[in-house]
């Protein structure tokens, strides 16, 4: 495709169960980006890959989070035991060069944690 | 603590009037800011970017003014259009290497009326 995709786009689940959360960046794109949107706020990093190489985690919460690229293309985002508050909109976005700053974003995965 | 400052929930313009946009940052250290435009249930799009080593940068009706003294940046939509009724939000990253990680303000939500 032309550009990020996420799946799935909306995921609802009971407190306590684990998602994963699946992105798919611009072919070809080096940086893979995460970030966590809650309602009425900003996107706030949470974490970003170079290829299959996590480079910075440091925006994680909490280690219930998880995050993988295992071939460099791919990413996966895990939450294990969801809570309420990790009800949000996570975002994933790409870039072909790590020095630039344009990155572009998929249209994110809704989570929302009963 | 809010490194990127929207102080400016909504912005209400006519069409074909200007649209200004506003941005604060506390950390001197930024040396790239961006603004993203976003629509509902969408991704962030790129818009328009700035390097601090510029005060103004101007693409089709958009124009990025910086004043680096003051901390403060500026995004003007010259003429606004129905179109540009959407969420904008400001980003700032800084260093070198790799992890350009974008820290985003809060957003501005903009409503041009025809």
């Known amino acids: 495709g032309a550009g990020v995709s996420q799946s799935p786009r909306y995921k609802v689940a009971k407190r306590g169960q684990d998602v994963a959360l699946r992105c798919d960046p611009i072919?070809?794109?080096?940086?893979l980006f995460w970030y966590q949107q809650a309602l009425g706020q900003g996107p706030e990093f949470l974490t970003y890959?170079?290829?299959?190489?996590?480079?910075?985690k440091s925006g994680l919460p909490s280690d219930r989070f998880f995050a993988e690229r295992p071939e460099g293309s791919v990413s996966t985002l895990k939450i294990q035991r969801t809570q309420q508050e990790d009800s949000a909109v996570y975002l994933c976005?790409?870039?072909?060069?790590?020095?630039?700053?344009?990155?572009?974003f998929g249209p994110g995965t809704r989570l929302t944690v009963l | 603590d809010q490194q990127v400052k929207q102080n400016s929930p909504s912005l209400s313009v006519q069409e074909g009037r200007i649209s200004i946009l506003n941005c604060d940052y506390t950390?001197?250290?930024?040396?790239?800011f961006l603004w993203y435009k976003k629509y509902p249930a969408e991704g962030p799009t790129f818009l328009i970017s700035?390097?601090?080593i510029k005060d103004k940068n101007e693409d089709g009706r958009f124009t990025v003014f910086l004043n680096k003294s003051a901390k403060h940046l500026s995004l003007h939509i010259v003429p606004s259009q129905p179109g540009d009724s959407a969420v904008y939000f400001c980003?700032?990253?800084?260093?070198?290497?790799?992890?350009?990680?974008?820290?985003w303000g809060l957003g501005t939500s903009l409503a041009v009326n025809p």
């Open positions: 890959f170079q290829n299959e190489a996590q480079l910075d």
């Open positions: 980003a700032a990253t800084r260093g070198a290497g790799n992890n350009r990680k974008l820290i």
């Open positions: 976005a790409s870039s072909l060069d790590p020095l630039r700053d344009q990155q572009f």
């Open positions: 072919s070809g794109h080096v940086s």
């Open positions: 700035i390097s601090s």
């Open positions: 950390n001197s250290m930024f040396d790239y």
